[in-house]
Each structure stands twice: as C-alpha cells, then as structure tokens.
C-alpha cells in the first residue's frame, strides 16, 4: 500500500516537516490524495516525544500503523511506525475500536526488525540460511545468494529497540552459555561468537552478516532494504564491500532482474515483514515469478506462526509451488493467546533444498524445541520433499 503524507488543517505534513507548532495532543488527519473517507489518528507520548500515526483505509477495511512522528529531531520521520510491538498493537487496536475496525485488521508485528533481533524465529531462520549456504559451498561453482529483505545488517542489542522487548534473552541468550549444543546449533552460535569477541552477548548479526561468513571469493551477494533508515546501515557496511550490491528498493520486484544469476546457481531468501495481510499474497505472487525464471535456485521463506488464516495457509500454498522438492520445518515456542495475537514461533520453507538439510533439521529443531520453548509449550515439526 502506498504511503501518503498526511495534511491536517490543509498544509501537507510531510517529511522533514519541522514540529514547531505540533501540540502533542491527538489529532485527525487525511491522506494526501486518497479518499475523504480515509482518516489517519495520530497519538503522541511527551516522554518519549514520538508520535505514532495509524491510517485507516475504509475500501479496505483496513488499519495501518504507517508513520511515525518523532520531535525529537523537530521532523516527520516516515516510514517509522512505532516504537515496539506492543506499544503498536495495543495503540491501533485502541484507535481501531474508535473507528468500529475489527481488531484482525491491526498489523500485529514491529515493523523495524531490531526490535526482534537474535529472538527464536532469528535463531531457527539462521541455522537454516547457514545449512543451506555451507551446502551450496561444497560445490567450486560460485553462486549468488540474494536477500529480499535485509534488514540493517547486524543489531546492537544494547540500543533502545533491542532492549524494548529484549526478546533475543529467549533466543540467542539460551543458547549463549550452553555446552550441550549439536552440531550445526554450535556452528551457528559460534559465528554469532566471533561478533561478541570479548565474551558478552552484546552484538546480533543479521543475515547479510552470517551469510558474509560463508560465502567465497566466487560468490556474490545482492541485498535489498526498502527503509530507509536500515538501508544507510546496511549500505555503509557492505556497499563498498568486493562482490556486493546493496539496493534501496523493494526485494519483491528486484529480484526479478537477478534470475537467473549467470552462474545459474543461486540462493534466495524471502523474509518479509507481514505487517499487512497482502504481504503472503505478494510473496506467494514474487516467488511463483523467480521460480519461472530460475526453477533450480534454492529458495528459503521464513514466516510468523500466527493464529491468523494467512499464517496458517502459508505452508500450503508454497508447497503448490514446489511440488517435487521442499523442506517444511516450523518452531513453536510459545502457546497460542486467548485473544488470538502474539508470535507463537516461526516456520521455513525451502524450495530445493540441498542434499543433508533435512536429515540434519530433524535431528537438530526437536533439540530447539525443548530448550527455546516457554512453558512446556516447544514443538517442532520437519516434513517435506527433499533428497
């Protein structure tokens, strides 16, 4: 869905808008060039002096936190929603009520992904990347391995947004002390170890970075962040970097140049948002098109295991997709909510995995199951297609 500035009182407000006369108290305003009927609420806290705006869209019947307001710096910031997963859900599903919205219609994640940084679906969705990559190694041939959303590239888990929910202490942080990991579970902590040379479990490494780990003089790396805020990160760490390309675009049309790469050998991997419901539909869309162009790449999608219908049908419908050759594996940690939000853990989807990966996630998400689950809740399911 297309961002809009927002007008109230008729002046556009608009990025690097100063806030001088903003009173910090709600207000109403519309979308830029959408509907009379589109209405935006923007509610401020004065000790955090942040601003968060939800739009809602009523031809959709949809709630969207879109963009957030900080007075700090005296300028619209857009493109960052709010400050945490808690604070957001629990803000739009106020403001949603207001408006009479049904409270499925309010995104339930973060959008920044530092604020999730080194949590269990990290930890699943990592020892999966690196399998796959450390497999596509055992072959001289080079390949490309193509993120659609990278992120910001590595997480400083002291800063602000790591520490809001601190959910990387029920990720990495029970696997940090441990002396009974298996072996590809060491592997991975022991790559996250060489960011955390003095000991201390200070610093995350995204996927671009643990990816960096693994690649070879051959292979290359194309990245792609649409936010603005974690492409400067990205791109000062790794576009200057031999053999790499950092985008500031959307990875669900980029890669679309990219297939097939030239040496006909590739990786891609598909971890979206899913702030909004159409985000399934558009990787479902984006991934039919990639194996159309490149039907041997190896694709790895990583998704929330939510009690939404979306969530749910997910697997099944990518299965569709690769009818002959698939890795389904899925970590749940916690128990499903009475109210039906929250995370309850995370799946990947491997299309075309490589030869061992299965064998190795069946021995290895059991073991993840009993350590990283909450309460008695941890399970873990591997099934699939694969040689």
Same mark, same amino acid.
């Given at each position: 869905?297309? !961002?809009?500035?927002?007008?109230?009182?008729?002046?556009?407000?608009?990025?690097?808008?100063?806030?001088?006369?903003?009173?910090?108290?709600?207000?109403?305003?519309?979308?830029?060039?959408?509907?009379?009927?589109?209405?935006?609420? #923007? &509610?401020?806290?004065?000790?955090?002096?942040?601003?968060?705006?939800?739009?809602?869209?009523?031809?959709?019947?949809?709630?969207?936190?879109?963009?957030?307001?900080?007075?700090?710096?005296?300028?619209?910031?857009?493109?960052?929603?709010?400050?945490?997963?808690?604070?957001?859900?629990?803000?739009? &599903?106020?403001?949603?009520?207001?408006?009479?919205?049904?409270?499925?219609?309010?995104?339930?994640?973060?959008?920044?992904?530092?604020?999730?940084?080194?949590?269990?679906?990290?930890?699943?969705?990592?020892?999966?990347?690196?399998?796959?990559?450390?497999?596509?190694?055992?072959?001289?041939?080079?390949?490309?391995?193509?993120?659609?959303?990278?992120?910001?590239?590595?997480? !400083?888990?002291?800063? !602000?947004?790591?520490?809001?929910?601190?959910?990387?202490?029920?990720?990495?942080?029970?696997?940090?002390? !441990?002396?009974?990991?298996?072996?590809? #579970?060491?592997?991975?902590?022991?790559?996250?170890?060489?960011?955390?040379?003095?000991?201390?479990?200070?610093?995350?490494?995204?996927?671009?970075?643990?990816?960096?780990?693994?690649?070879?003089?051959?292979? &290359?790396?194309?990245?792609?962040?649409?936010?603005?805020?974690?492409?400067?990160?990205?791109?000062?760490?790794?576009?200057?970097?031999?053999?790499?390309?950092?985008?500031?675009?959307?990875?669900?049309?980029?890669?679309?140049?990219?297939?097939?790469?030239?040496?006909?050998?590739?990786?891609?991997?598909?971890?979206?948002?899913?702030?909004?419901?159409?985000?399934?539909?558009?990787?479902?869309?984006?991934?039919?098109?990639?194996?159309?162009?490149?039907?041997?790449? #190896?694709?790895?999608?990583?998704?929330?295991?939510?009690?939404?219908?979306?969530?749910?049908?997910?697997?099944?419908?990518?299965?569709?997709?690769?009818?002959?050759?698939?890795?389904?594996?899925?970590?749940?940690?916690?128990?499903?909510?009475?109210?039906?939000?929250?995370?309850?853990?995370?799946?990947?989807?491997?299309?075309?995995?490589?030869?061992?990966?299965?064998?190795?996630?069946?021995?290895?998400?059991?073991?993840?199951?009993? #350590?990283?689950?909450?309460?008695?809740?941890?399970?873990?399911?591997?099934?699939?297609?694969?040689?």
């Amino acid at each position: 869905m297309e !961002r809009r500035p927002l007008v109230a009182n008729g002046p556009a407000f608009s990025r690097g808008q100063p806030l001088k006369t903003f009173d910090f108290s709600p207000r109403i305003f519309r979308p830029v060039g959408s509907s009379k009927r589109d209405r935006a609420v #923007v &509610r401020c806290r004065r000790s955090h002096r942040h601003c968060s705006a939800w739009v809602w869209y009523p031809r959709q019947n949809l709630f969207v936190a879109e963009i957030g307001i900080s007075a700090t710096g005296g300028q619209v910031l857009d493109g960052t929603p709010c400050v945490g997963a808690r604070p957001c859900r629990a803000g739009a &599903r106020a403001h949603a009520l207001q408006f009479g919205i049904p409270p499925s219609n309010v995104p339930m994640l973060a959008y920044r992904h530092a604020f999730h940084a080194g949590n269990a679906a990290d930890v699943l969705k990592h020892i999966v990347l690196l399998g796959v990559l450390e497999r596509m190694g055992a072959k001289d041939k080079g390949y490309w391995y193509i993120d659609t959303h990278a992120g910001a590239g590595s997480y !400083r888990l002291s800063e !602000r947004m790591a520490q809001r929910l601190a959910e990387y202490q029920t990720g990495i942080g029970l696997l940090w002390g !441990r002396k009974d990991l298996p072996p590809p #579970v060491a592997d991975y902590v022991r790559r996250i170890r060489e960011f955390n040379a003095d000991g201390d479990l200070r610093t995350y490494p995204g996927s671009p970075a643990l990816a960096s780990m693994v690649l070879r003089p051959q292979d &290359r790396m194309r990245l792609f962040e649409l936010h603005t805020t974690d492409f400067r990160a990205l791109n000062a760490t790794w576009g200057q970097q031999p053999n790499v390309e950092v985008r500031n675009s959307d990875g669900f049309s980029g890669i679309k140049a990219l297939l097939p790469p030239p040496t006909r050998r590739g990786v891609v991997l598909v971890d979206p948002s899913y702030e909004l419901d159409s985000d399934y539909g558009q990787l479902v869309s984006a991934l039919r098109d990639a194996i159309a162009r490149f039907a041997t790449g #190896v694709y790895c999608v990583w998704y929330p295991q939510l009690q939404s219908l979306e969530s749910i049908r997910l697997p099944k419908r990518l299965k569709a997709l690769a009818p002959s050759s698939w890795i389904h594996a899925q970590l749940t940690t916690s128990a499903p909510r009475a109210d039906g939000y929250g995370l309850m853990g995370s799946g990947m989807f491997i299309i075309n995995p490589p030869f061992g990966l299965q064998r190795s996630l069946e021995t290895v998400l059991p073991w993840l199951a009993r #350590v990283l689950g909450q309460e008695g809740a941890g399970k873990s399911v591997v099934e699939g297609l694969a040689p």
